[in-house]
């Protein structure tokens, strides 16, 4: 069983800041929060991992608080093109995908 | 580096019928893992390995069987095919488990009729 909690779907508009919250309340001290996009008909592709407080690349930033129980992915003024499932998931020896959240950008 | 790789694109097979899945990665990954995705659905691991020699169970392993004799190669061999194993399966691969990304190949599309 996916050990994180995600909404299921979220709806945003182009231009604006997406933030897509996970919970990982059962997180061991060792592992790391990763996330993944996929669009249809693919496989999922890495976008960002961190282990505490914030970490940003080209993409996305990931926020994780210091009790590290949730954390946050931050997609900068989306496009059409960000329309996709994120999944979020808590490092372990099986690397367990949950159902993620479908993100669908409107015009 | 041509990444993951995966054959075939696509299968058509009868019920009972086996067959192997094919996954290749040439960036000398330790860690290798197989997924199934069933449609709008997540991905459910079936099994993984974190080395050649090395392999285990994932949430959904009944009725596949994998072995990792090299560490390029993890095929996934269906035992005898059922139309609950429809569904498209990745092949991923990744440094190591837990702070790695990991890299999926392309999928393979896989009806049992």
């Known amino acids: 069983l996916a050990k994180t909690t995600q909404p299921i779907s979220m709806d945003s508009y182009e231009g604006q800041e997406v933030n897509i919250t996970c919970s990982h309340n059962?997180?061991?001290?060792?592992?790391?929060i990763t996330w993944y996009q996929q669009f249809p008909s693919q496989g999922p592709r890495f976008i960002i991992q961190?282990?505490?407080t914030k970490v940003t690349n080209e993409v996305a930033s990931l926020f994780i608080p210091a009790d590290r129980k949730s954390s946050t992915l931050s997609l900068p003024r989306v496009s059409l093109s960000d329309t996709a499932v994120y999944y979020c998931?808590?490092?372990?020896?099986?690397?367990?995908f949950g159902k993620g959240t479908r993100l669908h950008i409107l015009p | 580096n041509a990444g993951v790789t995966q054959t075939p694109k696509f299968q058509v097979l009868k019920t009972g019928q086996s067959m192997t899945l094919q996954c290749a990665q040439d960036?000398?990954?330790?860690?290798m893992s197989w997924y199934r995705q069933d449609p709008g659905m997540g991905l459910r691991l079936i099994h993984y390995?974190?080395?050649?020699?090395?392999?285990d169970q994932g949430e959904v392993p009944n009725g596949y069987n994998v072995s990792r004799s090299t560490t390029e190669d993890f095929p996934l061999r269906l035992l005898s095919a059922a139309p609950s194993q429809t569904s498209v399966y990745f092949c991923?691969?990744?440094?190591?488990?837990?702070?790695?990304?990991?890299?999926f190949g392309p999928g393979t599309r896989l009806t049992v009729l």
């Open positions: 991923a691969s990744s440094y190591a488990q837990r702070e790695n990304e990991q890299f």
């Open positions: 961190g282990y505490k």
């Open positions: 390995s974190v080395g050649a020699g090395i392999t």
């Open positions: 059962n997180i061991a001290t060792n592992d790391y």
């Open positions: 998931l808590q490092g372990d020896d099986k690397i367990i």
């Open positions: 960036m000398n990954h330790e860690y």
